[in-house]
């Protein structure tokens, strides 16, 4: 069974930094490429970052660019995303997902999410 359990999340003003995790179990972790995605109130999920299998590889939606960096430890079956420069419009519930690829499209599974906050 696919587990992936985020945390990490938390309540930061605005310019504020992050790190969320992402621990994974039930498959072959090193085999996958993984990702963040993000869901506000009221809007649709939005997909933030993907790594590809062995981490060589990295793509970003435009909205995150140049602020977050997704990365992964596959000897730890963890995955990060490091947010930097956090801003009100990063307020979501953070997802990390399996078997995503560079346009965000999510084929495996999600976790239960880690809350993010931007507030002053």
């Known amino acids: ?10 309540l930061v003003q605005p ?8 621990a994974a179990s039930g498959f072959t972790f090193a085999a996958y490429t993984m990702g963040w ?8 999920l939005e997909w933030i970052a993907t790594i590809g299998a062995q981490g060589r590889q990295t793509f970003y939606a435009e909205s995150v660019k140049g ?13 990060y995303l490091q947010l930097n420069d956090l801003k009100t419009d990063d307020t979501a519930n953070y997802y990390c997902a399996q078997n995503v690829d560079s346009n965000g499209i ?9 809350q993010v906050s931007v507030a002053a």
């Open 1 to 10: 069974e696919v587990q992936l359990v985020e945390s990490g999340g938390g």
């Open 106 to 114: 999510v084929y495996g599974d999600r976790g239960q999410g880690t």
């Open 37 to 44: 995605v993000r869901q506000a109130p009221g809007k649709a």
């Open 15 to 22: 310019g504020g930094s992050l790190n969320l995790s992402c």
């Open 67 to 79: 602020r977050f960096t997704i990365s992964r430890d596959n000897a730890e079956n963890t995955l």
